[in-house]
C-alpha cells in the first residue's frame, strides 16, 4: 500500500477534521460513520475516536488508503 501526503498548517489536528480534509469524510457524521466501520487505523492501530490528535508523521489508513500527515511547509 503506497502512502500519500496531506499538509496540516497546525501542530494537531483531529481525527475526524482530518477525515473530512482528506476528502474521505463531507461531513462529521460521515467521519463519524467511518470511524464507527472499523476499518480506521493510526499508525497501525485501530481507531475510533473523532477526537484523536494526530500530528506530523502520523499515518492514517482507511480501507486501503494510507496518508501519512506532513507540515504545510514541506
Known amino acids: 500500500m503506497s502512502e500519500d501526503a496531506i499538509a496540516i ?18 461531513t462529521g457524521g460521515e467521519a463519524k460513520a467511518i470511524l464507527a466501520s472499523g ?12 477526537g484523536r490528535k494526530l500530528r506530523v508523521g502520523d ?9 501519512r500527515l506532513v507540515a504545510a511547509n514541506e
Open 9 to 26: 498548517r497546525t501542530e494537531t489536528i483531529e481525527l475526524g477534521q482530518f477525515l473530512k480534509l482528506a476528502g474521505l469524510a463531507v
Open 59 to 67: 499515518v492514517v489508513e482507511v480501507g486501503q488508503t494510507a496518508l
Open 39 to 50: 476499518e480506521v487505523r493510526v499508525n497501525g492501530e485501530p481507531e475510533s475516536r473523532r
